[in-house]
């Protein structure tokens, strides 16, 4: 039974310019989607952690129209480049996705550079809750799960469990 599973997820098999064989596979839907309801639950506690520090600071309400942007942003710059900024200094991992054992790789297997990872991000908006959240039928309905920041960045999320790199010897290679 196990290896009946293990054949029916879409697994990417790569060999690098060193002879560096790379499997990875894909991320379900449903580890994406708890390791995305792990982040909310994080940006959620930023958020109502912020709100009640602005609540206990005297007379808000008479502040300068600077210090209100100055609030507003520490509000919700944080929760907007959330995905943004934890993948990019973490390794591709945002703290759901580490929960869950996922990560953001490059197609090819390589980390993702800036621009991928910030056009994953500026498409999270197509993907998600603007267009109601066409990106799950996207994930469902693409071979590596992708949605569609996934493919325009050339990136995918995959299984850490799974990630193996497997030398390979020249004589394998004709």
Sequence with gaps: MNTAKKY????THIVTGQFVRINQSAASLGERMAAQLIDWGIELVWVIAILWLLSMMPDVASTSIITK???VLLLFFPVICYSLLWELFNHGQTPGKRLMKLRVVKT?????????????WMLWIADGPTLGFLGIFVMLVTRNHQRFGDMAAGT??????SYNKISVTLDEFD
């Design 108 to 120: 090819d297997g390589s980390s993702p550079s800036l621009g991928a990872l910030i056009m994953r």
């Design 156 to 161: 995918m999320v995959i299984k850490l469990a």
């Design 69 to 71: 942007i100055a609030y």
């Design 8 to 11: 029916m997820e879409p697994t």
